[in-house]
Every structure is written in C-alpha cells, then in structure tokens.
C-alpha cells in the first residue's frame, strides 16, 4: 500500500501559488485542493442571500445549511459548480472578513482535512501549513513582491477586457488584503520555521513548479495517486 501524501502550499493573494500548486498536483498525479475557493463560494452564497457579509450573525446564520466541496478541480456550492462566479470583484472584496471568522473557518478545515484523509493532495491557501495539514510532507511558502503581485492581476484583468481599474487601486487592494489575512486573529497567514520559502517575483510559473517538483522529488516518498 502507497502512502497518503500531503504537500501544503501558503501564501497572500496573487503570489501565483494556484497556478503553481494545480500543475505540481497534474505532474505528481495528486488531487489539487484550492482552499481560497471554499471561502470564496462561501462568500458568494452570503452575497446571493442578501445578507450582510459585515454582519457576523448574518454570515453565520447559514453556516449549518450550507454543504462546500472542492472535486477535480472545481468548487461546488450546495451541489452546483461556481468556479466563475467566486472570481467576481464583488466576491473578492468580501471574502477576507467573511475568512477571519473563526466558526466559518472550522467548517471549512473540517472539510479540508477530510478530503486529505481519502487522496494525496497539493493544497494551498493561508492556514494549511499551519493548521489544515500541520504534519504535511512538505511545506511551501509562495510569495512575491506586491507590486508584482499587482501588476499579474492587472495584466489578467486587462486580457479579460477589465479596463476600469487602475494598477495602483489594485496593489491597494492586495495591500489591504494582506493586512487582514496576516493580522487576523484566527490562523493568520505565517511563515513557518519548517516551510520552504519560494519568491516568485523573478521567476517564471515553470521555474516554481520545477523548484517545488525537486524538492518533493529528493524525498522519495511513495506516494499514492489518482
Ligand atoms: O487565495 P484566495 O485569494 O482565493 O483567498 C480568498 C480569501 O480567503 C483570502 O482573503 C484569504 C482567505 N483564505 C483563508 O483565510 N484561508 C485559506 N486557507 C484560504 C484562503
């Protein structure tokens, strides 16, 4: 029998750490786990509900009702795929509140460790080394500058014909986002002792999947995959 594997991935908003993390997964044949997108479709169904994303009662007036999943690559609401709709800006505003709250993050990591129990993953996110996959078998911590982290968001949102943002109100944003992810009170973003630091700023994405591939390949585990 194959061992279970588990390969934690955090970093702040736009480092490129999906992009990497989905490919290491496709290369190792491991199951990719986006744990950004569960918070996202989180935020989505407050949004579609009407109710205050602000309001924390309100948020968590849901909470039992709501079933999230993340399956070969896609996030599932209540049964239903969201993979677009969890993209949208009015979506991305919210989500780092409605993330800080400690019982809407307990369901999630519930969730998270379950779906590490059954394959062996590639997950990403902000508490994974942390608190999600404490004992994975490797640890990354992917990040860049935030200006370069801003200007791939604004290069990606001018190819999809988003025009009406400029470069400096999106490297507020992250900077913003940064702040709540990192100085939250429950599992804030960190960098652990144990995590290999990777600093995208001057690579290209293959460069970061081949420096991640290297150094789960000089474990020699015997992992199991899809
Ligand atoms: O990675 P992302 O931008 O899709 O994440 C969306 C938000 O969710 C972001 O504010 C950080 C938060 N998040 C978190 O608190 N814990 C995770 N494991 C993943 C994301």
Same mark, same amino acid.
């Given at each position: 029998? =194959?061992?279970?594997?588990?390969?934690?991935?955090?970093?702040?908003?736009?480092?490129?750490?999906?992009?990497?993390?989905?490919?290491?997964?496709?290369?190792?044949?491991? %199951?990719?786990?986006?744990?950004?997108?569960?918070?996202?479709?989180?935020?989505?169904?407050?949004?579609?509900?009407?109710?205050?994303?602000?309001?924390?009662?309100?948020?968590?007036?849901?909470?039992?009702?709501?079933?999230?999943?993340?399956?070969?690559?896609?996030?599932?609401?209540?049964?239903?795929?969201?993979?677009?709709?969890?993209?949208?800006?009015?979506?991305?505003?919210?989500?780092?509140?409605?993330?800080?709250? =400690?019982?809407?993050?307990?369901?999630?990591?519930?969730?998270?460790?379950?779906?590490?129990?059954?394959?062996?993953?590639?997950?990403?996110?902000?508490?994974?080394?942390?608190?999600?996959?404490?004992?994975?078998?490797? =640890?990354?911590?992917?990040?860049?500058?935030?200006?370069?982290?801003?200007?791939?968001?604004?290069?990606?949102?001018?190819?999809?014909?988003? =025009? $009406?943002?400029?470069?400096?109100?999106?490297?507020?944003?992250?900077?913003?986002?940064?702040?709540?992810?990192?100085?939250? %009170?429950?599992?804030?973003?960190?960098?652990?002792? $144990?995590?290999?630091?990777?600093?995208?700023?001057?690579?290209?994405?293959?460069?970061?999947?081949?420096?991640?591939?290297?150094?789960?390949?000089?474990?020699?585990?015997?992992?199991?995959?899809?």
């Amino acid at each position: 029998m =194959k061992d279970l594997c588990s390969i934690a991935i955090d970093g702040p908003a736009g480092a490129g750490k999906s992009t990497v993390a989905r490919i290491v997964a496709e290369k190792l044949g491991f %199951e990719y786990v986006d744990t950004g997108a569960m918070y996202r479709a989180y935020t989505l169904k407050v949004l579609n509900m009407n109710l205050d994303p602000e309001n924390r009662d309100h948020v968590l007036s849901i909470l039992e009702d709501t079933d999230i999943d993340f399956m070969e690559n896609h996030i599932y609401l209540d049964g239903k795929i969201v993979d677009d709709e969890i993209r949208d800006n009015k979506v991305s505003k919210q989500v780092s509140y409605i993330a800080s709250i =400690k019982e809407v993050r307990e369901k999630m990591v519930e969730i998270q460790q379950l779906i590490a129990k059954k394959r062996s993953v590639v997950m990403d996110g902000r508490d994974i080394t942390t608190v999600v996959l404490p004992k994975a078998n490797f =640890k990354f911590f992917v990040t860049a500058s935030v200006e370069e982290r801003g200007r791939r968001r604004f290069l990606e949102l001018q190819s999809k014909g988003i =025009k $009406d943002i400029t470069l400096e109100e999106i490297i507020g944003d992250i900077a913003r986002r940064d702040n709540i992810d990192s100085n939250r %009170e429950e599992s804030p973003l960190t960098l652990t002792e $144990d995590s290999v630091l990777v600093d995208t700023t001057s690579l290209t994405i293959e460069e970061s999947v081949d420096r991640i591939i290297s150094i789960v390949k000089e474990g020699r585990l015997d992992c199991s995959t899809q």
